[in-house]
């Protein structure tokens, strides 16, 4: 046993002995340095560190973060009481000090690279999963209001007799802020305050101006006997000027808190000012907000986890003027439930600047115009809803709302009375009455709207909503808002739209548009009355179902009705759909006025009139412009996807009857068009025309990795096909008409479509039968001319007369047996017509020419330049040849050869057959001036009534002098020459 007591006495002196030594090794100073130094960041150091049981110092440390921050700390110290935190629960310091402390950011830099970049196929490691989420979770759904009570009723006590702490930050720009902060003793029962300073100590000028910034803070506490706080109060003044002096920034503020950790209730009290004469040195969005002064007051107590508001109010000025007051007007509970019932709520807004609205706008968008008044009232009503409303009609304008410096609306006035409203259930009912858009003139866009929308599982986004809205439109006025100028050719129409909307309906949204009195600026002459029906729903699988109705005329009597069905599903990418259009009669007429009035008045027109719109004003800050895209930008969108790549789908076509402005009827047109990004094509054409009948196809094909991306092919046939029936007049006043077969082919690539269709090569063959060819018209005028002039030969015995005015009819209605035209667009853009064949009764026409065609749409408008040779057969032979206008020679056919060619000018479409006419009227005027002779001289023995016989004068007496026969002979052919005038205009 003895043995054994030695043993441990032994050990227990071993023991004593290391401990000692461990004590003795651990609170030497090189060995703590080494110790903290193995656990401080890469690149940073310190000097020296001495931790005792009684004090903490440490000098020179040096922290290098990963980041790029760095902190300097010269020297800290403090004495402690380990047995006091340990058995007392208390943190007792003695001289805390912290001297030289300097804290500098990184610089900024445009873009700074990853520290470390994944390896290529790698992803993304996630961060490790803590089995301390679900207690971070529950301390995140703690009430905020935990900690304020928890300030209050702390379970360690605070002994520090001083705290002293002064340094510098130097921030990202190389500014300098020079902080200080100095404390009395903080002892329970005692009232501790805590004064701090920052200010900036810089050469340069920061961003806006500002050169001097300075800000003062003060808080006062007391520590309660058992711990935490019962009375706290901040109070806080920063100012800031410029180079000049001015002031640019002065903010102050003081809070008050009165807390009792153990009742769990407090009470807040919050006082602010803050004036701002130049708020854009601080935030540039908000250089509109001049002058702009703040002042608020809050009160409102706390308890468990309600937080009741007694007084929330602030006052909004601009240079010195009050614009915008909020006022609280009864208790307001926050956490907890309460029954609101009257005004709880009123924001008044006095001549507030539309400007101080720009920093709250998105896309570039900017307003400016008259100030404007308002009083918006939030009230509860007694089932427990909020309603918001406007105690009379809100009134906003003249005002012009602008995006990146262009105006997309110009002095316009908003009128409007809403009202919306919040059930308990959180369903939003909303109601828009009275809405009025107007220009100087009056209203452009009036009407109302109303529903709500409540809470539904249902994903669709129409589930739960039921909105009606009605808005008449004053289409011409709506066009001369800059944002629409040139985009329509309206000249004068109204428009009203309905819309209805109700989630549980069949089809929840359904549209009615009705347009009356449309007038287009390129048809001035013409008005027509639209209408407009459509519905939409989604089905099961997703899928939207869509059906429309499109009429034109009255509505008994529809000249044009037009139905589109199908499905679509928005959802996918590309969009699939499926739809038939069908029609039961169309009128040319009426889409050649829509399409009109919808057509751009392009590029020129819309340029002239944003220069003519008004220029964003010079108080409004600039928004940063779309860059032009030139050079390789231009180049590298040559190839870009077609417009219809984003779709995938079907469309059926049938239509019964297109009545067209001749008065002619096509029927039966049948079409079925596949569209996606790779494939645009219309197969299966297919129509009658008045005992004709067309057919062909067409398609565009998409290949971005092709030598060009789009390639364009169409073919196209018709036969027993009369082209009258695309005359503009019912009187059938085409210059061809009669039965004619006819093949149309193009083909064409490039990069891109437009460039496809200008490169395209085409032919066109047309050959015809048992028609007719005019090559002028003949009014009543100049028919009774001819007929004038052919009574006139007769009697003067002047054969030239009478065979002009026997060749004439010839030519007004050209009857032929075979017709032949062939067309043909080659790589040089021109169309050349190498046959054009006309073999009549007694006409023969063999010509070849070209038209100078910039594109295909332009063909039948393009200048013409044709030479056509004529043969003549039958009595138009005897004609012709007393008119001279017949060479020697007869061909094969047995026609007699002119001699000489027509030159023909104008356009496909409207030929100028003047060379024609000149050439008919030159051989008349040459017979007529040969048929005239050289008047007679009077006999030297002729009494001259005036004179008697010795030649002496007589009295006058006055009496008709008579026409000799010559004179009668040539007022006959001057009145010849007046009726050849009226035949040829």
Do not use: C
């Amino acid at each position: 046993m003895k043995t054994l007591i030695r043993i441990f006495l032994a050990l227990f002196v071993f023991l004593v002995i290391a401990v000692g030594l461990g004590y003795f090794v651990v609170t030497r100073p090189a060995v703590q340095k080494k110790l903290v130094e193995s656990q401080l960041p890469a690149g940073s150091s310190i000097k020296f560190v001495q931790v005792t049981p009684g004090s903490l110092e440490l000098t020179d440390l040096n922290l290098r973060l990963e980041d790029g921050t760095t902190a300097k700390l010269d020297r800290l110290y403090s004495q402690f009481s380990l047995v006091a935190a340990l058995f007392n629960d208390t943190i007792e310091l003695r001289g805390l000090q912290i001297d030289g402390l300097v804290v500098k950011l990184p610089e900024a830099v445009a873009a700074t690279a990853p520290s470390e970049s994944p390896t290529a196929g790698s992803a993304p490691s996630a961060p490790a999963a803590s089995s301390e989420t679900p207690e971070s979770a529950t301390a995140s759904a703690q009430s905020p209001l935990d900690a304020l009570y928890d300030l209050g009723d702390l379970s360690l006590l605070f002994d520090i007799d001083s705290v002293q702490l002064n340094g510098a930050l130097i921030d990202a720009s190389r500014n300098r802020y020079v902080f200080d902060l100095k404390s009395d003793s903080l002892a329970p029962g005692r009232q501790t305050t805590v004064e701090s300073t920052l200010k900036l100590e810089s050469q340069q000028v920061l961003q806006g101006g500002l050169k001097d910034f300075a800000s003062h803070a003060r808080l006062i506490f007391t520590q309660k006997q058992s711990g935490g706080f019962e009375q706290v109060r901040v109070e806080s003044q920063t100012s800031g000027s410029d180079v000049n002096g001015g002031d640019l920034l002065s903010v102050s503020q003081t809070l008050e808190l009165s807390i009792n950790g153990f009742e769990k209730s407090a009470s807040i009290a919050l006082n602010f000012s803050a004036d701002l004469p130049q708020p854009e040195v601080f935030a540039p969005e908000l250089i509109g907000l001049q002058g702009l002064s703040l002042r608020g007051e809050l009160q409102a107590t706390a308890a468990g986890n309600a937080l009741s508001l007694q007084t929330a109010d602030l006052n909004a000025a601009s240079k010195g003027s009050t614009v915008a007051l909020v006022k609280l007007k009864q208790s307001l509970n926050l956490g907890g439930e309460q029954q609101f019932t009257g005004e709880l709520m009123q924001v008044d807004l006095i001549h507030l600047p539309l400007t101080w609205l720009n920093p709250w706008l998105s896309n570039g968008l900017q307003v400016s115009g008259e100030p404007f008044s308002a009083q918006i009232v939030l009230s509860g009503q007694s089932h427990g809803a909020l309603e918001v409303k406007t105690l009379s009609p809100l009134q906003i304008g003249p005002f012009s709302l602008y995006q990146n410096q262009g105006a997309l609306l110009d002095e316009v006035s908003l009128r409007m009375n809403p009202i919306v409203r919040v059930d308990a259930d959180q369903t939003l009912h909303f109601d828009l009455d009275e809405f009025q858009l107007l220009d100087r003139y009056g209203a452009v866009i009036s009407g109302t709207a109303s529903g709500y929308k409540s809470p539904s599982a249902n994903a669709s986004p129409l589930a739960g909503l039921q909105t009606k809205a009605q808005f008449d439109i004053g289409l011409s006025e709506l066009l001369q808002q800059p944002a629409l100028v040139g985009m329509a050719s309206v000249l004068a129409g109204q428009a009203r739209v309905n819309i209805e909307v109700d989630g549980e309906a069949e089809y929840p949204a359904q549209l009615q548009a009705q347009i009356i009195g449309l007038r287009a600026r390129d048809l001035p002459g013409s008005r027509q009355d639209y209408r407009l029906a459509a519905q939409l729903k989604q089905n099961g699988s997703g899928s939207y179902v869509i059906g429309s109705n499109f009429q034109a005329g009255s509505e008994r009597e529809p000249s044009t009705s037009l139905q589109l069905a199908g499905q679509a599903q928005l959802e996918k990418q590309p969009m699939t759909f499926k739809l038939d259009l069908t029609g039961a009669r169309i009128l040319q007429a009426d889409i050649d006025l829509l399409l009109a009035a919808l057509q751009s008045r392009g590029t020129a027109t819309n340029s002239s009139n944003m220069s003519e719109s008004p220029a964003l004003p010079p108080s409004t800050s600039p928004v940063a412009t779309t860059p032009t895209r030139t050079g390789s930008n231009r180049e590298s969108t040559m190839s870009q996807s077609p417009a219809w790549a984003d779709l995938d789908g079907e469309v059926g076509i049938k239509l019964d009857a297109i009545t067209l402005q001749s008065g002619h009827t096509i029927t039966g047109v049948n079409a079925s068009a596949k569209i996606s990004e790779a494939l645009l094509a219309v197969r299966d054409l297919e129509a009658n025309l008045q005992g004709g009948s067309l057919d062909g196809s067409a398609q565009v094909a998409f290949d971005p990795n092709a030598e060009h991306a789009y390639r364009v092919s169409s073919a196209l046939s018709f036969q027993n096909f009369d082209p009258a029936i695309f005359s503009k007049k019912s009187s059938g006043s085409f210059p061809v008409q009669g039965l004619f077969d006819g093949h149309f082919n193009l083909t064409g690539a490039g990069e891109s479509l437009e460039q496809a269709f200008e490169d395209s090569e085409a032919d066109l063959l047309v050959s015809g039968r048992e028609g007719v060819l005019t090559a002028f018209e003949l009014d009543e005028r100049s028919q009774l001319g001819l007929i004038g002039a052919s009574i006139l030969g007769q009697s003067l015995n002047r054969p030239g007369i009478t065979a002009m005015a026997e060749a004439v009819p010839y030519f007004k209605n050209m009857k032929f047996s075979n017709f032949t035209l062939k067309l043909s667009r080659e790589q040089d853009k021109k169309v050349r017509i190498p046959e054009l064949r006309f073999v009549g009764d007694n006409l023969l026409i063999d010509g070849a020419g070209v038209i100078a065609a910039s594109s295909l749409s332009e063909v039948l408008s393009q200048p013409l330049d044709l030479t056509l040779g004529l043969g003549a057969k039958g009595r138009l032979v005897d004609y012709l040849e007393t008119l001279q206008l017949l060479g020697p020679n007869t061909n094969a056919d047995g026609f007699r050869t002119w001699n000489q060619d027509i030159k023909i000018g104008g356009s496909l479409g409207d030929p100028n057959t003047s060379a024609l006419k000149d050439l008919l009227n030159n051989a008349a005027r040459s017979a007529l001036s040969k048929s005239e002779k050289t008047p007679t001289t009077t006999p030297s023995n002729t009494l001259i009534p005036g004179q008697n016989t010795e030649g002496q004068e007589l009295d006058a007496v006055p009496q008709e002098k008579k026409k000799t026969k010559d004179e009668k002979r040539r007022d006959d052919i001057e009145m010849g020459l007046d009726l050849l005038n009226s035949v040829f205009g």
